[in-house]
């Protein structure tokens, strides 16, 4: 018989929600850097192990709203816990409970979820006290399905992650293909990537200011190349600057990093055509928010 689940994963910004997701399908599908709100949109994941299928939605870091886009991600995911089977919490091992982790839980008792706690990054430990003192902490403030220390960089103890999750599953269809791995289409992982790039190479302001648009994406009739235009988008005339960098170098490393990504995804050579142009204080305009889906 057929099982299935619906998790969401949820967390405050930078605590590894979208590396835990990428290493438990074994696929690259959401991008990762050490900046918070990487994560802009829900990200669906789906991991099928024979006769169960756990269907994945990696939701943006809750933070405290700082502009729309702030807003729409928060509801992105309140939204997501509202529909789901269960959640995953995703915690670090070290730290005070953030103000946002406390408001998720109590997200939680209102709606009288399963929630399996993952707390991450254990390998950050010195002394491993520190990860039980971590477990009574938040063990005394909700009432977890399941406690998984793991690792998403190494991926120690996923594995067992997975079976915690796949105990919730209930019997039922499987609601998707079991080859399927996401509801991403190949434009937004294309824009993803770049965008990647750019919070990996630009520090502070600038990254959280910026989206990329796939203008265009075709495979070439005659031969094996993927041709990809994509247009990034600064709030400021002095970021767009920045991103081009002194005679173009910060753009060339961008498109560069950003080629080498896509054509491992996509398993074919990339001509990657990347500019950059300027839409002032784009975070706030709900139109351009809805342009970039981000809304």
Known sequence: MTKTAFIAIVGCPNVGKSSILNRLLGQKIAIVSSKPQTTRTK?????????????????PGYHKPHNKLGEKMNKAVGDSIGGVDACLFVTEAKGELKKGEAELLQRFKSLQLPVILAINKIDMLADKKELLQRIVQLSALYDFTAVVPVCATSGEHIDELVEEMEKLAEPSPHFFPDDTLTDQPERVLAAEMIREKILRLMDKEVPHGIAVSIEKMREREDADILDIEATIYCERESHKGMVIGKKGAMLKKISTYARQDLERFFDIKVNLQTWVKVKEDWRNREGLIHNFGLD
């Open 43 to 59: 990200i669906m994941g789906v991991l099928t192990q024979g006769e169960t299928q756990l269907v994945f939605t990696d939701t």
